[in-house]
């Protein structure tokens, strides 16, 4: 526990030094519903992608890519050489993700309220369980730590588009969302019933399982320097 937490207070202070992507993680969505806010009702399920979005972007590029990052500088190789588990490291950038997450979902959710002159508490806890959705994603993508001898920002650049390009067909009738899991964690929230829970239930352990040897074989050693 001590170690995770270490690795949490650590990722924080960076995260607070990045503004850049804190900055842009809140302001695409507040731009997007501004420009189709007359079109925009809290009560409706329009929130629900740029949740979605938020919350898998996160877990995408802060769990995942962050640690293909830190391999490849090898600027935690000393920690990692003195007993650092590989799960307490996963389980730091997880929880920093969440913190992360949680701030831009509310923050957006105020923004939404008062963009849209409409008060309700209710959405921003709708917010916060898209979090609990998203976490397998964190999962899904730590897998990318398993490539060896890529570049990341080759792989970020490759992520990017993909995360671009799942978001634009997201909603859209064509069977490609099928496969999409922006779409899918979206539709799974917005229906909320036993039988889509139940799947996505079943998914998420099965994701968990075939992600746990990209968990607990990661070390933050850079390939080039073995």
Avoid at 140 to 169: M, Q, R
Avoid at 171 to 195: A, D, E, F, R
């Amino acid at each position: 526990m001590n170690q995770i937490l270490a690795f949490f207070n650590v990722n924080i202070k960076l995260l607070l030094k990045d503004k850049i992507s804190f900055v842009w993680s809140v302001l695409l969505p507040t731009v997007m519903l501004l420009l189709n806010k007359d079109n925009v009702d809290l009560s409706s399920n329009y929130l629900v992608f740029w949740w979605v979005y938020i919350v898998f972007t996160s877990f995408i590029f802060g769990v995942g890519i962050e640690a293909l990052q830190l391999r490849e500088s090898g600027s935690l190789r000393i920690v990692f050489s003195v007993n650092c588990k590989p799960m307490n490291f996963f389980l730091g950038n997880l929880l920093t993700q969440i913190a992360y997450s949680v701030l831009c979902i509310t923050i957006f959710n105020i923004i939404a309220m008062i963009l849209l002159q409409q008060l309700d508490i209710v959405l921003i806890f709708r917010g916060l369980i898209t979090i609990l959705y998203g976490i397998p994603v964190a999962f899904l993508g730590y897998n990318v730590t398993l490539l060896k001898n890529v570049h990341v920002k080759s792989i970020t650049a490759i992520v990017n588009i993909a995360v671009f390009f799942l978001f634009i067909i997201t909603g859209m009738s064509t069977s490609l969302n099928q496969y999409n899991p922006i779409n899918l964690i979206s539709m799974v929230i917005i229906k909320n019933t036993w039988n889509y829970n139940l799947y996505y239930l079943i998914g998420s352990f099965f994701i968990i399982l075939i992600s746990m040897p990209s968990i607990l074989t990661y070390s933050c050693i850079s390939n080039e320097r073995r």
